[in-house]
């Protein structure tokens, strides 16, 4: 099926990850290009080689737009740079470490020429949605239930222009998720139309040279402080009672909150006593018990030992998803 060009662009903020960037557009270059899907990098001034890598990779395959920002700017700005390049019926934003194969771009391609005239779409991540199909939204409080867990990713945002013309970008500025506070915000009119495809789902990106390190540092601020914040922020339209909604289900979903991450948290040193007893009242009051329970037996952990632990099982999940490509068993959005 022959989609227009104009149909989706994907933008892509990035700052001084050279080396992701370029496994990035290894990966999605070619099949972009075969389906005339735009891909905008918005450099955010860095200083590490990305220039050269897009310049490379944008004199191989027409499809890559570049733009430079001579200053830098934090993450929410950098976003809302991105965001304002393409020029698209929609756009999806995407991340550097985020992986969409060929299979989800075509149906998300399908979805936006046949499906409604949706506002905002959210697509899946790493399949952790169980829902079935899909599924349309006019309602806020179903959306503050089921749906802001999913959208603090950036890579599950596909915004319709109309969103973007209507966005108060400065509004979320410094709540780490503008991406989400824009959608989240539109809810203020009326005649909104959202939906959710659990069958699009992206992954992360399993670069060979390149180990993601998270929020570091701002893990607790961000996850206990920021996001209930961008929640409350949304009073206008959301009810105590969804806003309740919305981060008991942010808690209970999202994957920053498996152990996994956390043990990643404890390596790094910012999982450590003076940052659960910062954010106790939060932790105690809104995330699940066996949440709790994981926190305090990884406070217990050695940091020595965490650090060995995490390099081994990335070690282990990076070579058991290669093997698995190689070998045809690999499913898309798993």
């Known amino acids: ?171 979320f500025f410094g709540t780490y998720f503008l991406q989400a506070g824009i959608a989240l915000d539109f809810m203020r009119f009326d005649d909104f139309s959202f ?14 040279n390149y180990r993601k390190v998270g929020w570091g540092s701002h893990y607790f601020e961000v996850c206990f402080y920021r996001f209930p914040k961008l929640i409350f922020m949304l009073y206008e339209h959301l009810s105590v009672a969804d806003q309740v909604n919305a981060l008991r289900n942010f808690f209970l979903h999202t994957p920053i909150f498996g152990w996994r991450h956390l043990l990643n948290m404890r390596a790094q040193g910012t999982l450590c006593a003076s940052a659960f007893t910062a954010h106790r009242s939060t932790i105690s009051t809104l995330t699940p018990l066996r949440f709790q329970f994981v926190l305090r037996s990884l406070l217990l952990l050695p940091k020595s030992l965490a650090v060995a632990l995490s390099a081994f099982i990335e070690f282990l999940r990076t070579h058991h998803y290669r093997l698995r490509r190689r070998l045809g068993l690999w499913q898309d959005g798993k």
């Open 1 to 171: 099926m022959a989609h227009p060009v104009t149909l989706l662009s994907v933008t892509v903020p990035t700052y001084n990850r050279a080396v992701l960037l370029d496994y990035f557009l290894e990966v999605h270059a070619p099949v972009f290009q075969r389906h005339g899907v735009p891909i905008y990098i918005a450099d955010n001034a860095s200083d590490d080689g990305t220039e050269q890598v897009c310049l490379r990779w944008s004199q191989k395959f027409d499809v890559i737009r570049v733009h430079r920002f001579e200053d830098h700017a934090e993450p929410d700005q950098s976003f809302h740079r991105a965001l304002t390049l393409p020029r698209s019926r929609y756009v999806w934003l995407m991340g550097d470490g985020y992986e969409v194969s060929e299979a989800m771009l075509l149906r998300a391609l399908n979805l936006l020429a046949t499906g409604g005239d949706y506002d905002h779409v959210t697509t899946n991540l790493i399949s952790l949605s169980d829902a079935k199909v899909g599924r349309e939204y006019r309602d806020r409080s179903e959306v503050a239930k089921d749906l802001p867990w999913l959208m603090t990713c950036m890579s599950c945002h596909i915004y319709s222009e109309r969103l973007l013309a209507h966005s108060r970008f400065e509004r």
């Open 195 to 208: 939906f959710f495809s659990p069958e699009i789902s992206v992954v992360t990106l399993k670069c060979p």
